[in-house]
Each structure stands twice: as C-alpha cells, then as structure tokens.
T-cell receptor, first 116, second 111 residues
Framework: DVKVTQSSRYLVKRTGEKVFLECVQDMDHENMFWYRQDPGLGLRLIYFSYDVKMKEKGDIPEGYSVSREKKERFSLILESASTNQTSMYLC???????????????FGDGTRLSIL | TQLLEQSPQFLSIQEGENLTVYCNSSSVFSSLQWYRQEPGEGPVLLVTVVTGGEVKKLKRLTFQFGDARKDSSLHITAAQPGDTGLYLCAGANFGNEKLTFGTGTRLTIIP
C-alpha cells in the first residue's frame, strides 16, 4: 500500500514565523502535490513537483515556497506565516499520466495548521 | 482558472434512501476522478472515468461522465451509514499532471 506521511497532524504557530510542513512518500512516485483545504472551496493546489528539484506553481502559491531535494520528500514552507494561512494542508503523490488518464493521487492524513 | 462546482454542498438523508451528487464545469476535462474523504483522513480514490458518456459501477455507487466531458454525477442506491463522508470530484487537465478539485459534497447518512 502507498503510504504518504505528513510530519504533524496539528500545528500552532505565530504570525510572522517561518513554518515547515514535511511530506514523505514510500512508493517512488515522481509527482508530489501540496493542497490546502477550506470548507466550501474543495482542495486548492499550492505547488506541484514532477521530479527532484523541479517545481511548478499551482493556483494559490503566494506566501508559500517548496523544496524537493529527494524524490520521496516534498516540503512546504510558509515564509512568514499569516492568519489567513490557517487551514488544513494535504500532501499527495502520484505516478505520471498513463496515456489520457491521470493516475490516482494518494494523500496523507493532513496537517491542521493554526496561525495565531 | 477552471472551476468544478458540486451540488448539493450538504446532504443529510435516511439510511436506505437514494441520492445523486452533481459535479459541473464549463471546461472540458481529459478524465474525471471521484474521491471520498472521511474525518481525519486524506481523500481516497473511488473511480476514474475517461470516455464521454461512460458509466462505472462500484457496488451501490454509479458514476457517469457527461457526453461532453464537462460534468459528472454520482448516484448512491440504498445509502448506508458507511457512505458518510466528503465526496470530491476532480477533473484532469490535458497535457499535465494536475487535478482541479470540486467544491465538495458533505454527505451524512442517518441510521
């Protein structure tokens, strides 16, 4: 079974702090994703990586950066946390597309981040 | 930015009833996936539909992809408490690995 592990289930930080969210997958997947989930908005893509050291902005990258130094690990960084970044953060991984169809994304259990 | 609207946003029904959840967009997708998310967990894939008009069944769940590949529906027959969860549709874009997720339908089945 694919395992995607997020380092923290709950995290409380203060405004202005630099925050690191870590994600590790054990299935040698090329693609990794960071989403935030807010009620009524579904999942919104923050950043996406399709290979080591490669990254691509998603729909809401402002205020975030990412790092992928090793294939299994994808880190999300909040450079200077603000209260509007309080949310549930989900990491996912997948294999590359198989023809027309996207491969399933496998998700971690999420990190609920509160910025005070 | 592509948008996927799901309706209803919330649905609460009695065990044994039937229900349909809708996923609509003005954009065409190469394929569409449905996920279910339970409290405290990440979403888990239920099904992928690829061809316009395609119908897939997963026990009591029936998924349909619209002919024009812009919309989809999920029908549950004889709902059970184990069906409770957040249902998310996700459209795949041509030529890249990203998914556009819908706004979600939170389903509660009352025993």
């Amino acid at each position: 079974d694919v395992k995607v592990t997020q380092s923290s289930r709950y995290l409380v930080k203060r405004t202005g702090e630099k925050v690191f969210l870590e994600c590790v997958q054990d299935m040698d997947h090329e693609n990794m994703f960071w989403y935030r989930q807010d009620p009524g908005l579904g999942l919104r893509l923050i950043y996406f990586s399709y290979d080591v050291k490669m990254k691509e902005k998603g729909d809401i990258p402002e205020g975030y950066s990412v790092s992928r130094e090793k294939k299994e690990r994808f880190s999300l960084i909040l450079e200077s946390a603000s209260t509007n970044q309080t949310s549930m953060y989900l990491c996912a991984s997948s294999l590359p597309k198989d023809g027309v169809s996207n491969q399933p994304q496998h998700f971690g259990d999420g990190t609920r981040l509160s910025i005070l | 930015t592509q948008l996927l609207e799901q309706s209803p946003q919330f649905l609460s029904i009695q065990e044994g009833e039937n229900l349909t959840v809708y996923c609509n967009s003005s954009s065409v997708f190469s394929s569409l996936q449905w996920y279910r998310q339970e409290p405290g967990e990440g979403p888990v894939l239920l099904v992928t539909v690829v061809t316009g008009g395609e119908v897939k069944k997963l026990k009591r769940l029936t998924f349909q992809f619209g002919d024009a590949r812009k919309d989809s529906s999920l029908h549950i027959t004889a709902a059970q408490p184990g069906d409770t969860g957040l249902y998310l549709c996700a459209g795949a874009n041509f030529g890249n690995e990203k998914l556009t997720f819908g706004t979600g339908t939170r389903l509660t089945i009352i025993p």
